[in-house]
């Protein structure tokens, strides 16, 4: 089955730090681009960063330079290290596959919840 | 940035027809893609290319996209369709997605 399961949300301190995971299964991730997208409590979808098939990565402005994506091949999984976390980043996060001809997103996640609060 | 530009809520009766904008500045160039979210769900892509459905999503929705404005088409309209619904694009010039706000749409 194609599917796509994140992990590592949790409660965290503002100034702290957390990693998510997200495993695939059925496809391979690094074929693909994959993108991580948050979703604050009550509020809409926030792309927040992709990894391309050939490694090159790109950030939303709001977390550029904290957050930092990445994959790991053999274990066909996508992760999402997050420093510096604010209370603003409190969100659901969800990975997606991002179509690579067609940019759009055709399989998610059903999400991991971080909430970052003292 | 881009931004995109969408109606906070729409209404709608049963068995009417919906439809949901989506604003952006020459967004006829771009491909538009739609999703559906409905609570503690995560979204599922309901058009893509401006008009295509995924396997799956009924006939009953369609897409559009001219000018400074996309349009998702929801016909016949079921209790089922309430959801959230966001537009997207991909900004080639910053090499970032992009949606829009969202729009509530509520079944009369």
């Known amino acids: 089955e194609v599917q796509l399961v994140e992990s590592g949300g949790g409660l965290v301190q503002p100034g702290g730090s957390l990693r998510l995971s997200c495993a695939a299964s059925?496809?391979?991730?690094?074929?693909?681009?994959m993108s991580w997208v948050r979703q604050a409590p009550g509020k809409g979808l926030e792309w927040v960063s992709v990894?391309?098939?050939?490694?090159?990565?790109y950030y939303a402005d709001s977390v550029k330079g904290r957050f930092t994506i990445s994959r790991d091949n053999s274990k066909n999984t996508l992760y999402l290290q997050m420093n510096s976390l604010r209370a603003e980043d409190t969100a659901v996060y969800y990975c997606?596959?991002?179509?690579?001809?067609?940019?759009?997103?055709?399989?998610w996640g059903r999400g991991t919840l971080v909430t970052v609060s003292s | 940035s881009y931004v995109l530009t969408q109606p906070p809520s729409v209404s709608v009766a049963p068995g009417k027809t919906a439809r949901i904008t989506c604003g952006g500045n020459?967004?006829?160039?771009?491909?538009v893609h739609w999703y559906q979210q409905k609570p503690g769900q995560a979204p599922v892509l309901v058009i893509y290319?401006?008009?295509d459905r995924p396997s799956g999503i009924p006939e009953r929705f369609s897409g559009s996209n001219s000018g400074n404005t996309a349009t998702l088409t929801i016909s016949r309209v079921e209790a089922g369709d309430e959801a959230d619904y966001y537009c997207?694009?991909?900004?080639?010039?910053?090499?970032?997605?992009?949606f829009g706000g969202g729009t509530k749409l509520t079944v009369l």
């Open positions: 997606a596959r991002d179509f690579t001809h067609g940019r759009y997103f055709d399989l």
């Open positions: 059925g496809f391979t991730v690094s074929s693909n681009y």
């Open positions: 990894i391309y098939s050939g490694g090159s990565t």
């Open positions: 020459n967004i006829g160039s771009k491909s």
């Open positions: 290319y401006d008009s």
């Open positions: 997207q694009v991909w900004d080639s010039s910053s090499d970032h997605q992009v």
